[in-house]
Structures are given as structure tokens and as C-alpha cells.
């Protein structure tokens, strides 16, 4: 099997497996309680901390919230804040943001806040302007993820941080990096230094699912989102889990000294990229000529089904995605590509590869030799192939 769809979720590295496993046998004991044997959970939670605070770039251990997943991290951010800001309702968010934000946005709406969706142009970047002009003085929290999970577009998080902290330094600024963890340095005291929440989870950088993690800055104004024990600083109630949060712990730092060493992924994406490319008429690349993340490429070919690529290329061993796997499953047109106004014959036959640092050029190699006669042979009995390959296009 080729595993092409690392932005749904990736293959745990065997070190993480190895770290967490004393926790889940052994070492079981509960962190809080009073004995001698929890006292090596307790610890572990401690130096874990310790381990995730340095990937996000050196920031305070007591500034980094573990979670059970991403969209609780999401959920944390925006409706903590909403409590602890009553007087302030105005949320600023973008029309491409995973559900996990878009829809804690609308939730939010229903509970009387007012937000604002920013759009995007045909590349898939922000407006900025729209989003200079919709900063008023009541706005509470900006919530812009950093790397899109469709298209891997990745938004200037650090100098939308900036302006934000110009225009108003008591907004709110919060960021979804779930798939840019891992893949682009996150470095919150350098050039991300006016973020003051940051999202992401274990289970897309080679680490388990079931586990998050939320840095929020010190001197944030957030209220729990989760009450009950007093687990992490009362900030996020319920008994931790300890073989996860040391998992999560292992795999950033494996995916720091992946992203030290090389980035193969960036180069094997590239080669399938132009070699898709150049085998296949009536192709673009969604996202192009912006800034991406180094292992996403998502593919509009005209006038066939995403879907019906998808059951081709898993007939093949091939694993792909042709939106976000929560969407997938519907025939709904990806909202991310609709915000971009891809045109309907491309949005419909859009396919994303998502390569991990785990992909070999073999792999990417076999997918060339095999893709371009999969569209080939689904144009063939398409009824809108003929027609459009055809007319003029534009
Ligand atoms: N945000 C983004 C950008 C994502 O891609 C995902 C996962 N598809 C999430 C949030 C949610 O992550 P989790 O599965 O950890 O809740």
C-alpha cells in the first residue's frame, strides 16, 4: 500500500510506540495520586512538557495545555476566550479554516457573537486588506489557521499576528497550526512572537490520535473549557494521558530533528508535482504560486470525479484524499476550493496527495507511472470530457 493522505493522519514512528508503552503497562498509576508509583507518570507529564515547550520554540512549560485532540485545542481557544471576554464580541476568522474552527465560529454566532469570515483569492490566499479593514474596536479573538489541510496553502500567520498587535494589542490572536506542526519551525518567541494561542495534535506528526496540545501565552485572558479536577493548572480538567502526552512529546521532537536534518518531503512532492504535471492535459495545481506546505499537493483534473479517482487509485494500493476526511464521504464540493471559486469541472475532479517523512521515492515514483492513466481512462467515459477538451479554455 502507498499511504498518500499523512494530512488525515500519519503512521506512529516506532520510537513514539516505544515511549509511550511503559505508561499504558507498568507505569499506569494515576499522576495525581499521593504514592511513590505516580510519581514517574507525574514526571514524565513534567519533562513532556518541558520537550513540547522547546519545539514550539523555547516557550514557558506552564504556556503549553495538553488536550485530547485539535479541535478540542480549537474549541479551548475560541470558546475560552469568548467566557473570559464577555464585553468584546466580535471574532475574526477566515472562510477556510478547518471545521473545527468554522464551526465553533458559527456555534459562537448562535450564542450572540459577531464573525467575520475573510475569503481568499483563486491561489487561496487571504485577503489581506478585507482583513486590515474588518478589525473594529469591539474585536475579541483573530482565529487564522497557518497551513491549510486541503491545499496546503500556508497563511502569513506571523505578520497577520503582527498587525493584529498594532491595530489593537488587546485582540486576541489565535492559529490552527495542526498540519504546519512538524512541517514548518513554530517558533512562538521568535517570529510567531504575537501569537498568543497555538493549536495542533499528535496523530499528523507521527504521533498518536487522542492527544493535543494548546499553547496559550501568559497573561492570556482564557477561561477552562474542560472544569472539574485541577489537572493541568485547573486549565483543562479530566486525568491526563500519560502515554499519550509522552508520545506526543517524542514524536515533536523526532519531527524537530527531521526538520533540522533535511526536508526530503518538499523534494519528492516537487518531483510528483511536475511529473503530474507534464503527463497530464487539463490539470492545475490548487494552491499554486503561493506559499505551501512542504508535503501537500492537491490536484484539480477537469471533468472527472474526485471521487471516482479516489476508488481508482485504492484499486491500485494507492491511499489519497480528495478533501478533508471529515468532509469526505459527501459529495459536497470542498468549501476551501468554493472560497477559492475553482471553477465546478475542477473543483469536482480535485485530488490531494499528502506526503510524510515516512513516503520513499519509490513510492511517489509508482504513483507517476500509474495516475495519468487513471484520469485517462476515467475522461474516456466522461460525458464532459469531449465537449471541454474541445473547446478553448479559459
Ligand atoms: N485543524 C486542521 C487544520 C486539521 O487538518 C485537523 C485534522 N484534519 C484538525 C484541526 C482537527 O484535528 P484533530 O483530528 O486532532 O481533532
Not at 97 to 108: F, G, N, T, W, Y
Not at 132 to 144: A, G, H, M, Y
Not at 185 to 192: A, G, H, K, P, W
Request: with cysteine.
Amino acid at each position: 500500500m502507498i499511504y498518500l493522505d499523512n494530512n488525515a493522519t500519519t503512521a506512529v514512528a516506532p520510537e513514539v510506540v516505544a515511549s509511550m508503552q511503559p505508561y499504558l503497562t507498568t507505569a499506569y498509576f494515576n499522576p495525581s495520586s499521593a504514592y511513590e508509583a505516580s510519581r514517574g507518570p507525574a514526571h514524565a507529564i513534567a519533562s513532556a512538557r518541558g520537550k513540547v515547550a522547546s519545539f514550539l520554540g523555547g516557550v514557558r512549560p506552564d504556556e503549553v495545555l495538553f488536550t485530547g485532540c485539535a479541535t478540542e485545542s480549537n474549541n479551548a481557544a475560541i470558546f475560552g476566550v469568548m467566557r473570559a471576554n464577555p464585553g468584546r464580541r466580535h471574532i475574526v476568522t477566515t472562510a477556510v479554516e478547518h471545521p473545527s474552527v468554522l464551526e465553533v465560529c458559527k456555534e459562537a454566532e448562535r450564542e450572540g457573537a459577531r464573525v467575520s469570515f475573510i475569503g481568499v483569492n483563486h491561489k487561496g490566499e487571504l485577503d489581506v486588506d478585507a482583513f486590515v479593514k474588518v478589525l473594529q474596536p469591539d474585536t475579541l479573538l483573530v482565529s487564522i489557521m497557518h497551513g491549510n489541510n486541503e491545499t496546503g496553502v500556508v497563511f502569513p500567520v506571523a505578520d497577520l499576528a503582527r498587525i493584529v498587535k498594532e491595530t489593537n494589542p488587546d485582540i486576541i490572536f489565535h492559529t490552527d497550526a495542526t498540519q504546519s506542526a512538524g512541517k514548518l519551525r513554530l517558533d512562538l518567541n521568535d517570529q510567531l512572537s504575537c501569537v498568543d494561542l497555538l493549536s495542533f495534535s499528535g496523530h499528523k506528526l507521527h504521533g498518536p490520535k487522542g492527544v493535543g496540545a494548546l499553547f496559550v501565552r501568559r497573561g492570556t485572558r482564557i477561561r477552562p473549557f474542560m472544569c472539574g479536577g485541577h489537572q493541568e493548572g485547573g486549565r483543562r480538567a479530566g486525568t491526563e494521558n500519560v502515554g499519550h502526552i509522552v508520545a506526543l512529546a517524542e514524536a515533536c521532537k523526532l519531527a524537530e530533528a527531521y526538520m533540522e536534518s533535511e526536508n526530503a518531503i518538499v523534494c519528492l512532492r516537487d518531483h510528483l508535482e511536475k511529473a503530474l504535471c507534464e503527463r497530464i492535459p487539463w490539470m492545475e495545481v490548487n494552491g499554486a504560486g503561493t506559499d505551501r506546505l512542504p508535503n501537500t499537493l492537491n490536484l484539480a483534473c477537469h471533468c472527472i470525479e474526485g471521487e471516482s479517482i479516489l476508488y481508482q487509485l485504492d484499486a491500485a494500493g494507492i491511499c489519497a484524499s480528495s478533501g478533508s476526511a471529515c468532509t469526505s464521504g459527501s459529495l459536497e464540493p470542498s468549501h476551501v476550493l468554493k472560497a477559492m471559486d475553482i471553477p465546478f469541472m475542477a473543483m469536482h475532479g480535485s485530488v490531494r496527495f499528502s506526503l510524510s517523512r515516512f513516503t520513499t521515492a519509490e513510492e511517489i515514483d509508482t504513483v507517476i507511472e500509474i495516475f495519468p492513466g487513471i484520469v485517462e481512462r476515467l475522461r474516456r467515459i466522461s460525458p464532459y470530457w469531449d465537449t471541454a477538451a474541445h473547446a478553448p479554455r479559459g
